[in-house]
């Protein structure tokens, strides 16, 4: 079947290049981080094309950016499409500027049909979606989602030592052809391509994913006090080791979180023995627990079984554990009749896709608050991402663009020839 | 039943704390490390009590230093009692200074009585056990077991920089009371009074260890190479995690190394993982092992083992291995006549005793590659040793000096009252 309007791929990918010119690396990747000169180029770059093409450029207080093609009916709410077009310090070509520029793409290709769409659609590129300069990251959607900004931002210092206050201020003033809009506003919807960040999609060969929702995340850190002693003088008896400790406990929550349930991601990613010593037994043993799920539910019950083990495992080690939660971010679902226009659409391109759930945090997660939202994953190589190395090949690219289209076109309904 | 000859317990305990006060350091440990001025300094003392008992004094070129009681044969081999005086820098008053003044005490409490010995009797301070400031540890005992310095000993730079030749070189001209003897010569037996540095004694509440060897030691890095990732995004089956394949191996060895054999030791005392993110899996997994054991047949079988186990973890879970082996230290047995002497010598005095393997290396490992060694241990607080807390009860280190001169009069037979 053909698809109703076509993408524009070469200018796509023309663009895609453009924009990596901005920050680029000699590595290949980019370096353009959130509300820096580099970042304020791009915003630039994005909304010297839209002005040109005729299409309404406004910032918020937050200077997330967007872009308006008008709809046939100009009071309803827009529907957003978008993503970010900050990077990691050695981040890639695509991380966020692919969701942008092919919602750009999107709104390129239906001026150049001549299609008039029953609710105005807009680009946004939210701020900071990264939080590699300034933390947190996601602050744009997620102020966006509020509508305020949070009282306790007021002092963030980026990694340069810059002010968080600053950096956005001098990024509001770079662009002055941007009309100003207040901190979020009602929306039809929200509908953001990225690139998967993981390698499901690539090792399937299949060029959707279809997001049904976003892992809820916890973050623990443990820490397991034992007895240093002497490595070869501490018979076993006497031993309180907390590396025993540990080990035990990993071993039980490695053979059943993760085998058990395959929407569970558990990760040790950080692990430190002290003193450090080869021919000591180790004092006191820390590590990071990475938990994700899609349901909340889940996330508290496998806590509770993290929780049961560790100490377990520490009190039979004649050790004492200390577990921290450190981060909880809770999970989405993702809208169901947005899910399913986006499925609609993959089939009436003859595009195979599958329905994913999303281990990455992603600016939908915010909009996904306040808003019917979801995504649309293409594949990157090797899952790689966060990387100078980072690639998507451009028939993926193309086809996600396309995808965006389609399913903004099923979202938007009625669409009208107006030329 | 009464020992033959009482050492002097008072006198001991004053000489242990004439000695602690040399380097003493504000937390109650000393810091006397070799071949600097506090070792110089001990070393003086110990010369100085020496020659005014009318002992005579020698120190070989590498700087042991020994105080020679005189026998009814003194054609005979000497019989060498001793340890050392250098000290760990933040080491305890006891470790090596308890067995060197007890054997000095020894030969006081001799000439007290007065006792000739069948052979002379000698106290013995070797250079260097301790390692700390130069590397390797044990240099006197080893190079006098060599009977010459090994060449590569040359360019040994200490912690401060100081090169090894020109510390030694101080030392020696700072005692030139001391007659110059040549390195190495035969030795009738070495029998070194120590503290454990480790818990068995003191849990078991057993005054006197008698000790039949020393474990042989070998080192290990290990490091699992696997695939960095995102850990939300990367499914169980796509992950190579090197965390997961060290957790794997090192269950089946904890579970197995010690608990089926009582006289090895297995211990990981540093494991990192590499990036060492909350968020991602790691690309790579180093750690530590330390191995022990009394018999090189069981070391060689359980080196196999882990061997055996890591590979097949690495490759269950996608990863790679590296093993390297950074120190081998072969194990001493120690000779059964001595060995056996020293039991008769706690029968003798009813002090109950327990057969031991040291778990750490002493200058006895050495000696006892060319004559007939053993070594007496007594219990120290909490195990604790190399640690300005440690702590000896005094009734300990006087049944330890005890056994060293009741075991002595065993070992070198007929004894000769002279006046």
Redesign the interface.
């Known amino acids: 079947m053909k698809p109703s309007v076509e993408i524009n791929g070469a200018r796509l990918l023309k663009r895609l290049d453009d924009f990596a010119a901005i920050g680029a690396t000699p590595a290949g990747g980019v370096n353009r981080q959130a509300l820096g000169p580099q970042d304020q180029a791009a915003r630039a770059l994005l909304a010297d094309l839209a002005l040109a093409r005729g299409f309404r450029v406004f910032q918020d207080p937050l200077a997330n950016l967007f872009v308006r093609r008008a709809g046939k009916n100009e009071h309803l709410p827009p529907f957003l499409i978008g993503s970010h077009l900050d990077s990691q310090p050695t981040g890639g070509r695509y991380d966020g500027a692919l969701g942008t520029l092919a919602a750009f793409e999107v709104l390129e290709a239906l001026d150049d049909a001549g299609i008039e769409t029953h609710v105005p659609i807009e680009v946004v590129a939210w701020t900071n979606e990264e939080g590699s300069r300034f933390a947190p990251g996601a602050m744009g959607s997620m102020a966006f989602s509020l509508g305020h900004i949070p009282g306790d931002w007021d002092d963030i210092k980026g990694t340069d030592g810059v002010l968080w206050r600053d950096a956005l201020a001098a990024t509001l003033v770079n662009l002055p052809a941007a009309e100003t809009r207040p901190l979020g506003f009602p929306i039809a919807g929200y509908l953001e391509l990225h690139i998967?960040?993981?390698?499901?999609l690539e090792?399937e060969d299949i060029p959707i994913g279809i997001v049904t929702g976003v892992?809820g995340?916890r973050?623990f850190e443990i820490t397991i006090s034992g007895q240093a002693?002497?490595?070869?003088?501490?018979?076993?008896s006497?031993r309180r080791?907390p590396?025993?400790a540990a080990?035990?406990a990993?071993?039980s929550l490695?053979a059943t979180i993760?085998?058990e349930d395959?929407n569970a991601?558990f990760?040790?990613?950080?692990?430190?023995?002290y003193?450090?010593?080869?021919?000591?037994?180790?004092g006191s043993?820390s590590l990071?627990?990475?938990l994700?799920h899609p349901s909340s539910g889940n996330l508290d019950a496998i806590e509770a079984r993290i929780v049961r083990a560790f100490q377990a495992s520490a009190l039979a080690n004649g050790c004492t554990v200390d577990i921290r939660k450190?981060f909880d971010m809770s999970p989405a679902q993702f809208s169901e009749p947005l899910i399913n226009s986006v499925e609609h659409a993959a089939r009436h391109l003859g595009l195979a896709a599958k329905h994913m759930v999303?281990?990455?945090?992603h600016d939908a997660l915010y909009i996904a608050r306040i808003a019917p939202a979801t995504m649309i994953f293409v594949p990157c190589r090797d899952?790689l991402?966060?990387n100078e190395a980072e690639y998507v090949e451009p028939e993926h690219c193309i086809a996600g663009a396309q995808m965006l289209l389609q399913s903004t076109l099923e979202v938007t309904g009625t669409v009208v020839i107006d030329r």
């Open positions: 998967e960040q993981g390698p499901s090792k892992q995340t973050w002693a002497h490595a070869g003088t501490t018979q076993l006497f080791d590396m025993v080990n035990a990993l071993h490695y993760m085998p395959e991601r990760t040790v990613g950080r692990i430190a023995a003193p450090g010593s080869v021919n000591a037994i180790a043993v990071s627990v990475d994700r450190t999303s281990g990455a945090f899952g991402s966060h």
